[in-house]
């Protein structure tokens, strides 16, 4: 084996005059989270998002949510991009690409990821006026996006996302973070048949 020793972990503080946020993961953890962002849906999106990617995950983060969620979400989504990106490593050993189809209910949402270095979103598929609607009261539909760019860019990921069905707007996020928690488990699980990083330019 040439993947570099030592566990896949990263602790994450960010600290700016519109939020603070603490986090550690990792990687080879089983879904164990102890989330508090102070922003209820995000919460509930992160929890599932250490559950089915068996990533242990833990958060707190406070900011000004008296405005509303949207800096505290995206700051949350930063700091998550960059743990990801330092608990990866060198990526040596990794399976590089995961897929996922997963239902909720009515909601059907696909996701691909490939921890290729280049940070890319595609995102589509989200019936209209879902990025207006207030999940929960306090969390606009157009942050399921905005964080799936956020994660993107600061972990270095091409990410797909796909909605193919879906009405009810808290089964339609919660649908799109379980396929990307499910495509990413694949992604980062470590594949004994790979040797060194798996890319033919020899880096990530
Ligand atoms: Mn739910």
Do not use: N, W
């Not at 996922?100 to 940070?119: C, F, H, K, T």
């Not at 860019?153 to 996302?161: P, S």
């Amino acid at each position: 084996m040439t993947r570099s020793a030592g566990p896949r972990t990263a602790s994450v503080r960010r600290a700016t005059s519109e939020s603070t946020v603490e986090l550690e993961l990792d990687l080879d953890g089983s879904g164990r989270s102890h989330i508090d962002t102070t922003v209820p849906f995000f919460d509930h999106l992160l929890t599932a998002f250490a559950k089915h990617s068996l990533t242990d995950l833990t958060v707190r983060a406070s900011g000004d949510t008296d405005i509303d969620a949207h800096h505290t979400v995206e700051d949350v989504a930063i700091v998550l991009g960059q743990a990801i990106r330092e608990a990866l490593g060198d990526k040596s050993g990794i399976s590089r690409y995961g897929d996922a189809l997963v239902p909720l209910d009515e909601a059907l949402a696909q996701a691909v990821v490939d921890i290729s270095g280049r940070p890319y979103l595609v995102h589509s598929g989200e019936p209209a006026g879902f990025e207006l609607h207030l999940i929960g009261g306090h969390f606009t539909g157009s942050l399921v996006r905005h964080t799936f760019e956020a994660i993107a860019f600061h972990a270095g990921l091409t990410v797909h996302v796909t909605v193919l069905a879906g009405r009810d707007p808290h089964h339609i996020a919660e649908a799109e973070y379980k396929a990307f928690a499910r495509a990413f488990r694949q992604a980062k699980a470590l594949d004994p048949l790979v040797e060194g990083v798996p890319s033919t330019k020899g880096a990530l």
